[in-house]
C-alpha cells in the first residue's frame, strides 16, 4: 500500500511540478525501482501463500502418515501376537505328530504280526483244501461205482434193496447241484453288464468261484479304495449274497510275481480286506466274509507273459454251497 501512495505521489509531482532535468530523471529512475520492488513483493507474497498452501497440505500428509502409522504398529503387534501363536501351536503339533507316529509304529508291528499269523491259517487252509479236493475225487469216484451198481446194495437177499446211504447223499448232491446252478445263474442275471474277463463266473469242487479282474477292482499300484465300476459290481453280487445269508464268502486276493514275495501277499491281502469292506457296507455280514491274501503264489500265466499283470492281478471270491458235506458223508 505504501508503495502505491508513493508511485501516486511521483507521479503528481511529475506532472504538476516544475523540476529539472535531472531531478525528473532520478525520479524516474526511483518510479522504476520501486515498480521492480513492487512485482518482487507480489511474487513474494504469491510464493508464500503456496509455500503456505503446501505446508497445510505437508501437515495434514503429516497426521494422515501419523495415523496410517498407529493403525500398522497395532497391526504389526496383533500379527505378532497371531505369529506367537501359531509357533505354539505348530510346537504342539508336533509334539502330538510324534506320539501319533509312535503309536502308528506300534500298531504297524501288530497288524504285521496279525497279518502273518492269518497268512499261517491260510496256508494251512489251501493245505486242507488241496486234501479235501483229494477226498472229494476219491468220493466222487465212489459215487460213480455206487451209480454203476443202480443204487442197489450187496446185500444177501440180493440187489433188490437200494443203498440208504447212497439214496441219502445222492439226494443231497443233487440239492447242492441245483442250488449251486441256481446261485451261477443269479449272478449271471445281476452281472449281465460286466464282460467275462471282468468278473468270471465258473464252478469248482466247492461250490461258485467269482473272478474279478484286477484293473476293475483298483487302480493300479492301490490298495484302499475300490474303484467306483469295481464298487458296482461288489454291490450286485452282495445282492445275490444277502438273498443266501447262510452261505459263508472266502476272499482271495492274487497278484502277479514282483520281486518281492512279502510285498506282492500283504498287497492281495490288502486288496481283499477293501473287498470285503465293501460287500459288508452293501449289507452283507461281516462275520461271513473271510479275507485272505495268497500273494503271488497261484499265477495263472508265467510273470514273463505280456498278459501276466493283467491276468494274474485278480480278487477271488469263493462261495461254497456245502459239497464237503457230502465228502464227508461217503467218509462215513
Not at 445281476?190 to 471282468?198: I, N, Q, R, Y
Not at 501277499?265 to 491274501?293: I, K, N, Q, Y
Request: glycine share 6%; hydrophobic share 35%; proline share 4%.
Amino acid at each position: 500500500m505504501k508503495l502505491l501512495t508513493l508511485f501516486a505521489t511521483l507521479s503528481i509531482l511529475l506532472a504538476f511540478s516544475c523540476v529539472s532535468q535531472q531531478q525528473y530523471a532520478e525520479l524516474e529512475q526511483t518510479l522504476d525501482y520501486y515498480k521492480g520492488e513492487a512485482l518482487a513483493t507480489d511474487s513474494i507474497r504469491a510464493a508464500n501463500q503456496q509455500l503456505q498452501g503446501e505446508n497445510n497440505q505437508t501437515q495434514a500428509d503429516y497426521q494422515s502418515l501419523t495415523r496410517d502409522l498407529e493403525r500398522l504398529t497395532a497391526t504389526n503387534i496383533s500379527l505378532n501376537r497371531n505369529y506367537q501363536d501359531v509357533v505354539a501351536r505348530y510346537n504342539s503339533l508336533v509334539g502330538d505328530n510324534q506320539k501319533v507316529l509312535a503309536t502308528t509304529s506300534y500298531e504297524t508291528q501288530v497288524l504285521e504280526q496279525e497279518l502273518s499269523l492269518r497268512q499261517d491259517e491260510l496256508d494251512r487252509k489251501e493245505r486242507s483244501l488241496t486234501q479235501m479236493e483229494s477226498q472229494l475225487r476219491t468220493r466222487d469216484a465212489e459215487l460213480q461205482r455206487l451209480e454203476a451198481r443202480g443204487a442197489y446194495g450187496n446185500t444177501p437177499t440180493g440187489y433188490n434193496t437200494p443203498d440208504p446211504r447212497y439214496q441219502q447223499l445222492a439226494s443231497e448232491k443233487a440239492n447242492l447241484d441245483q442250488q449251486r446252478d441256481a446261485l451261477v445263474n443269479y449272478f449271471q442275471r445281476v452281472l449281465v453288464g460286466f464282460p467275462e474277463d471282468e468278473v468270471g463266473i465258473a464252478t469248482n469242487a466247492e461250490g461258485v468261484v467269482l473272478t474279478l479282474n484286477q484293473a476293475l477292482l483298483f487302480p493300479q499300484g492301490e490298495t484302499n479304495g475300490v474303484h467306483w465300476k469295481g464298487r458296482q459290481a461288489l454291490q450286485q453280487i452282495a445282492v445275490v449274497l444277502r438273498d443266501n445269508p447262510d452261505l459263508m464268502i472266502h476272499v482271495v486276493g492274487h497278484t502277479n510275481p514282483s520281486s518281492n514275495p512279502d510285498y506282492d501277499w500283504e498287497m492281495s491281502l490288502l486288496r481283499s480286506l477293501a473287498v470285503a469292506r465293501d460287500l459288508a457296507t452293501f449289507g452283507v455280514d461281516a462275520a461271513r466274509v473271510r479275507p485272505a491274501g495268497s500273494g503271488s503264489n497261484q499265477p495263472i500265466v508265467p510273470a514273463t507273459n505280456a498278459r501276466a499283470q493283467i491276468v494274474n492281478g485278480r480278487t477271488v471270491i469263493e462261495v461254497p454251497v456245502g459239497y464237503l458235506r457230502v465228502v464227508e458223508g461217503l467218509g462215513n
